[in-house]
């Protein structure tokens, strides 16, 4: 009797376990393959003026990098973010990388400040953004807000 109490509490606990485990947030499907392979997403604006719009340029230029195999390019007002994902065989020259990208990218572009970051989070985020604003689930207001909220997401990991 004891031991049949303890197996159906125990296989109760597997099912609330798994239920629990099957109910997170469905990301879509490029956020959650960004990981296994690469993305490419597209750059994002969240200006108010929509002219002369540099993002994919400096996403072009960020992927002549051969030490890159994909970006995340999120331009703001001033600001623009370059999330990226360096090949295996360059992780031990990350920082050496991204502070070349900076310098590069500064020299190039001095208009604007960049905002560069090779951490796996900073990059999801940016794919979450972008698809936020390409489905238009979000608001020009909202999606200011989360661009702030991940440029505050990289001061803090540095």
Known sequence: MM???????????????????CSHEQDSKESRLSLMKTTQPAPVKIREQQNRSISKQVKNEVLQNEAIYDAAVIEGDKKVLVAYKVKHFYRF??????????KQLNHQFPNKKFIVSSDYKIFLESVRLKEAITDQTISQKEAKKRFNEIIKLTDEIT
């Open 3 to 21: 031991k049949n109490s303890l197996l159906i509490k125990t296989w109760l606990l597997i099912i609330v376990l798994l239920m629990i485990g």
């Open 93 to 102: 020259k990350m920082k050496k990388i991204e502070k070349n990208l900076q």
